[in-house]
Structure formats: structure tokens, C-alpha cells
């Protein structure tokens, strides 16, 4: 699997957007990026996946640059709710594992 | 219902003690996963298993053993429980399809090893 880069914390005011970024220059073609989340000692959460194109679903969207060296997370209104560390995972279904990393700490603000 | 539960929520045992923590899954995936997270870090890998006949380590092993006693249960022991086990366990499922693989996570135990 591909090593992912993500800033350590970043903090963001309620309602606006919060982006989070991941660096993954070692991805293969066949690797999907993953973006997970984990609420203050809770179980990790799924939030969204992509290949090429960028996605969106009810949590999120996926910006995926062309090269795919890089990707963005986009929670378009934070909210307090989304404090948690969000972390970023280049895999593909046949991989052996999957690696959680650090992961970015997300501090939203009133 | 939860679709990946994990008993026990919390447990306090003592140094040289076994102790087992399982996981069960409704899901119906082949998959499961044990992690351990410490307190500020992300999650490392302990073991693994792609279906009932398959067990493979993952990161960090030793110390660990593990028993998939049937597709919906995972089992991970501590054969002689250390401090340095203190740490918050997860389990998780996964299916892959497509060349796409998501986990599903339970909602972890708090072990102390005292």
C-alpha cells in the first residue's frame, strides 16, 4: 500500500468548510484512496472512497488530482460533530492489510 | 443492532493473567481485522484473517494470539498479560468487491493490564 501524508492537526470554524488534505505520491494505479474517521476513542468510521474522479456522498467530497499524488477530504458545513482525527488510507481490496496512519486531528471551533 | 460487536466494553486484569476478547459480526463478511490503538496514536495491526482457515500477523503480533472459531467471530487472546498491553482494541470486518475494500469498525475495549 502507498504511505500516506496528512497534517498532523488543523482546526476550522463552524459551518464553513473544513479541507482536509493527504499526500500519497507512491500511489499505484490500482490503489483507491480511503478516508476514514474516529470520534473521540469510538470505533473508525467510513466516510468516502475514489479512484480517478472526485465523489460525493451525504458525509463528504473526494478531490482527487489528476496525478493522483494528492487528494482532499471536503466537509462542506463542519460542524461540531466533526471534531475527530480523519484519517487518509491508499489501498487495494487485494492488499494484505490496511494501514491506519496518524491521521489528521480536526478541531472545529464555534 | 450493531453489525460488529466486541465484548468485553472495558476489562482490568492483572500482569501474567490470559484473557480473551471477541468479536462478533453480522455483516456476513469474510474479513476480520484486530488493531490496537494507544492513547494519541493511530491504529496498528495485530493480526488478520481473510476467512475461517486463513490467520495471518499483522504489525504487531507478539504478546498476541488469535481463534476464528467460525466467519462471524475473531478472537484475540493475550496469553500473559503485560502493562505495555494497556491500549484500546478494535475489531473490524471488511468486504472487497471490485477492487474496493471498506471496514467496518466495532466500538473497541479498554483493556488495563495493572
Known amino acids: 500500500d502507498a504511505k500516506t501524508t496528512q497534517p498532523p492537526s488543523m482546526d476550522c470554524a463552524e459551518g464553513r468548510a473544513a479541507n482536509l488534505p493527504c499526500n500519497h505520491s507512491t500511489i499505484s494505479g490500482n490503489e483507491y484512496v480511503y478516508w476514514y474517521r474516529q470520534i473521540h476513542s469510538q470505533g473508525p468510521q467510513y466516510i468516502i472512497h475514489g479512484l480517478k474522479n472526485n465523489e460525493t456522498n451525504e458525509m463528504a467530497s473526494l478531490i482527487i488530482t489528476e496525478d493522483r499524488k494528492s487528494s482532499t477530504l471536503i466537509l462542506p458545513h463542519a460542524t461540531l460533530r466533526d471534531t475527530a482525527v480523519y484519517y487518509c488510507?491508499?489501498?487495494?481490496?487485494?492488499?494484505?492489510?490496511?494501514?491506519f496512519g496518524s491521521g489528521t486531528r480536526l478541531s472545529i471551533r464555534p | 443492532d450493531a453489525d460488529v460487536t466486541q465484548t468485553p466494553r472495558n476489562r482490568i486484569t492483572k500482569t501474567g493473567k490470559r484473557i480473551m476478547l471477541e468479536c462478533s459480526q453480522t455483516?456476513?463478511?469474510?474479513?476480520m481485522y484486530w488493531y490496537r490503538q494507544d492513547p494519541g496514536l493511530g491504529l496498528q495491526l495485530i493480526y488478520y484473517?481473510?476467512?475461517?482457515?486463513?490467520?495471518n500477523k499483522g504489525e504487531i503480533s507478539d504478546g498476541y494470539s488469535v481463534s476464528r472459531q467460525a466467519q462471524a467471530k475473531f478472537s484475540l487472546s493475550l496469553e500473559s498479560a503485560i502493562p505495555n498491553q494497556t491500549a484500546l482494541y478494535f475489531c473490524?470486518?471488511?468486504?472487497?468487491?471490485?477492487?474496493?475494500?471498506?471496514?467496518?469498525f466495532g466500538p473497541g475495549t479498554r483493556l488495563l493490564v495493572l
Open positions: 488510507i491508499a489501498l487495494y481490496s487485494s492488499a494484505s492489510k490496511i494501514i
Open positions: 473490524a470486518t471488511s468486504v472487497g468487491t471490485g477492487g474496493q475494500e471498506t471496514q467496518y
Open positions: 455483516k456476513g463478511h469474510d474479513r
Open positions: 484473517s481473510f476467512d475461517v482457515k486463513d490467520i
